[in-house]
């Protein structure tokens, strides 16, 4: 009888320990997607939540580091006017309070396609992007 109780307990705390995983997820992807959608559709406010206050993104341009902050970022982003972008989330890796997620976004206007690395904290109850770094590559004509 003891051993059927123990083997319960371990029963459910495994369970448990996979919905806190899968709701971990679901929370760093809703995230994700305030960047993703945000952008794609013209609503600063959302990539602002999505974003830590002192987020810098960094890319290489002409063999030079460029880095600008997020909220440069966001400022550019016109409330209302959507975008040609198509993203997806193409991976999300998290241990505790610390993820990282990698992003692809289709532009076809400019016929590229960027890849985002974006690292995450779970800061004050919330997933927050804290770094963007990305490079691109060119639609194959």
Do not use: C
């Amino acid at each position: 009888m003891k051993l059927t109780k123990i083997l319960f307990f371990i029963i459910i705390l495994l369970g448990s320990s996979d919905l806190k995983a899968q709701t971990e997820i679901e929370l760093i992807q809703k995230t994700l997607l305030d960047y993703i959608e945000g952008t794609a559709n013209g609503e600063p406010e959302r990539v602002r939540n999505a974003f830590h206050k002192d987020l810098k993104l960094y890319h290489i341009a002409n063999d030079s580091l460029v880095v600008w902050s997020g909220e440069n970022y966001v400022n550019n982003i016109t409330a209302g006017k959507k975008s040609n972008r198509i993203g997806r989330i193409v991976s999300i890796d998290y241990e505790n309070d610390a993820a990282n997620a990698k992003i692809e976004i289709i532009m076809p206007d400019r016929k590229r396609i960027y890849t985002d690395y974006l690292l995450l904290l779970k800061y004050e109850d919330k997933w927050e992007i804290i770094h963007k770094s990305f490079t691109y590559v060119d639609y194959p004509e």
